[in-house]
Structure formats: structure tokens, C-alpha cells
Nanobody, 123 residues
Framework: QVQLVESGGGLVKTGGSLRLPCAVS????????IGWFCQAPGKGREFVAL??????????YYGPSGKGRFTISRVNAKNTVYLQIDSLQPEDTAVYYC??????????????WGQGTQVTVSS
């Protein structure tokens, strides 16, 4: 079983940046990917980006919401996957979740989820 804990959210002004860590524990398999999703008020979870846990297939993949201002990365020594968000906009206001599962854009494919971290962008 994989456990995930997000942090790093908060209130930021438009144009600011945030880096959201996702601490991963347990025993991710070589086929596990770590995905980031966001959920705005009244909306469903939307895929942002994913990165494979293993070095063999370590290239990132971004969804339409994640291209341009979002960067996913991993620090193996810290067992942590990061989501960097630059030039934050009010429409980025959402709860951001990390999850463990296959390389998929579909939230229902992921089996383990963190509790989420709130990002609020003021105009």
C-alpha cells in the first residue's frame, strides 16, 4: 500500500509561484506513476501531470490543464514528487491531490490518494 501526503498549498497573489511536495511512502512498484490532479469548487478532479516512479520510464506527461505553467519532478532521495506552478492565476484555485496508480489521466484508475492541499489565488 502506498501512502501520499501533500503540502505546500496556501494563499498566493496572481502571478506568484508555488511548489507542492507529495511525500510518498510504502512500496511503490516499478509500474507505479504519481499523478497530480486538481479539483476546483463544484467541479470534478482534473488531471494535471504524472511522472513514473521508476527511472526506466521517467518522462513526465502533462494534461491540457498542466501544460505551460506546471512542472512535475521527483527527488528520489526524499521519496517526494513535486508540482511546481508558476504564474498562478485565479482559475488555478483548487484543491490539489497527488495519487499513485498506473500511467493514466483518469482519476478512477488511481488506487491511493493523498488528503489534498488547498491553493487559493487572489486577484
Amino acid at each position: 500500500q502506498v501512502q501520499l501526503v501533500e503540502s505546500g498549498g496556501g494563499l498566493v497573489k496572481t502571478g506568484g509561484s508555488l511548489r507542492l511536495p507529495c511525500a510518498v511512502s510504502g512500496r511503490p512498484s516499478s509500474s507505479t506513476a504519481i499523478g497530480w490532479f486538481c479539483q476546483a469548487p463544484g467541479k470534478g478532479r482534473e488531471f494535471v501531470a504524472l511522472l513514473s516512479w521508476s527511472d526506466f520510464d521517467a518522462y513526465p506527461y502533462y494534461g491540457p490543464s498542466g501544460k505551460g505553467r506546471f512542472t512535475i519532478s521527483r527527488v528520489n532521495a526524499k521519496n517526494t514528487v513535486y508540482l511546481q506552478i508558476d504564474s498562478l492565476q485565479p482559475e488555478d484555485t483548487a484543491v490539489y491531490y497527488c495519487a499513485a496508480g498506473p500511467r493514466s489521466m483518469q482519476p478512477n484508475d488511481y488506487t491511493s490518494w493523498g488528503q489534498g492541499t488547498q491553493v487559493t489565488v487572489s486577484s
